[in-house]
């Protein structure tokens, strides 16, 4: 009995780190997809990227930084960077 007392208190915190972790992942990739969609379509309607492009989100992080790795060239300070 005591073994199991312990078998379920040990599942038990490795189910709130690995939740904690995937709650993580989830936040990072909706930022990426508002970043994304912010800047396509700010692209699209004014020809230039969103006004707050630069300055951090609520995870600390800038647009600019958090679609670094979608560059195609140049330093992601304008559409064409981007490929939009």
């Known amino acids: 009995m005591l ?3 312990i078998f379920l208190i040990v599942m038990l915190i490795v189910v709130i780190v690995f939740g904690r972790g995937l709650q993580n992942i989830a936040i990072h990739t ?3 997809s508002v970043c994304i969609h912010e800047g396509m379509t ?5 020809g230039i990227l ?3 492009w630069n300055l951090k989100t609520k ?8 679609c670094k ?3 195609k060239h140049g330093n992601g300070t304008s559409c064409e960077d981007y490929g939009w």
Do not use: H, N, V
Not at 59 to 66: K, V, Y
């Open 59 to 66: 995870s600390g992080r800038s647009c600019a930084e958090i």
């Open 42 to 46: 700010s692209c699209r309607l004014k």
């Open 3 to 5: 073994y199991f007392l």
């Open 30 to 32: 909706q930022e990426r």
């Open 50 to 52: 969103p006004d707050d």
């Open 69 to 71: 790795d979608i560059l």
